[in-house]
């Protein structure tokens, strides 16, 4: 597994950014898919995480703003993003844990991308 996170950026509260997350190694089934963010100063902390069968967790901060979604074909998971907030900028890093092991746990992911800049203006 050897992934690979895009689509970073900055944007103004109130708008939208889609992260992609990309396998280009071998072995995407079965995985549950991650992501997580940190700003500096503290923890990363849980954002999304979606698992082969496309059951979805979210933290409370986002639910009902981002969409978490996967395309195995292509395996690539999104991370939809709407109504950003100035307290959602963060680096932003996928992850992949080889079945469910725990969703939320950063410790369980045994494969991490490189995190992309998400900036929100006020």
């Known amino acids: 597994v050897q992934l690979q996170a895009s689509g970073g950026g900055l944007v103004q509260a109130g708008g939208s950014l889609r992260l992609s997350c990309a396998n280009s190694?071998?072995?995407?089934?079965?995985?549950?898919m991650g992501w997580s963010r940190q700003t500096p100063g503290k923890e990363r902390e849980f954002v999304a995480g979606?698992?082969?069968?496309?059951?979805?967790y979210y933290a409370d901060s986002v639910k009902g703003r981002f969409t978490n979604s996967r395309d195995n074909a292509k395996n690539t998971v999104y991370l939809q993003m709407n109504s950003l907030k100035p307290e959602d900028t963060a680096v932003y890093y996928c992850?992949?844990?080889?079945?469910?092991?725990?969703?939320?746990?950063?410790?369980?992911?045994?494969?991490w991308g490189q995190g992309t800049q998400v900036t929100v203006s006020s």
């Open positions: 979606i698992t082969w069968r496309r059951n979805v």
């Open positions: 190694g071998r072995g995407f089934g079965g995985y549950t």
């Open positions: 992850a992949a844990q080889r079945g469910v092991q725990g969703i939320r746990d950063e410790y369980l992911y045994s494969y």
